[in-house]
């Protein structure tokens, strides 16, 4: 889903929204770590301070956080719908 600021440009791409809500979230693997995983580390963290200034809660998750009697993931989303406020995104979804 594409994230856009106040004034239309786009901010990021997320992998699932609920803008309604004020939650985005991504689905991390590894595969985009192979290479010069600092940057990619450092672009992730720039990306997602954005989308907070948009006043969205993200969640992140990878594999590892599926599996089990109460996932990981379904605790994150759970406390980010909780946390969340979909009033705060001041941009939009497209």
């Known amino acids: 889903m594409p994230v856009l600021d106040t004034r239309g440009v786009l901010v990021a791409r997320v992998d699932f929204g609920w803008p309604e809500l004020g939650v985005v979230g991504e689905a991390d693997g590894r595969t985009k770590y192979a290479g010069d995983a600092a940057r990619v580390v450092e672009a992730e963290k720039e990306r997602q301070a954005q989308l907070e200034a948009l006043g969205l809660v993200v969640v992140r998750w990878g594999e590892r956080h599926l599996h089990g009697p109460e996932p990981v993931l379904v605790v994150r989303l ?15 979804a497209a």
Request: charged fraction near 40%; proline fraction near 0%; glycine fraction near 14%.
């Open 78 to 92: 759970n406390d980010a719908f909780a946390r969340a406020d979909g009033r705060r995104f001041v941009g939009r």
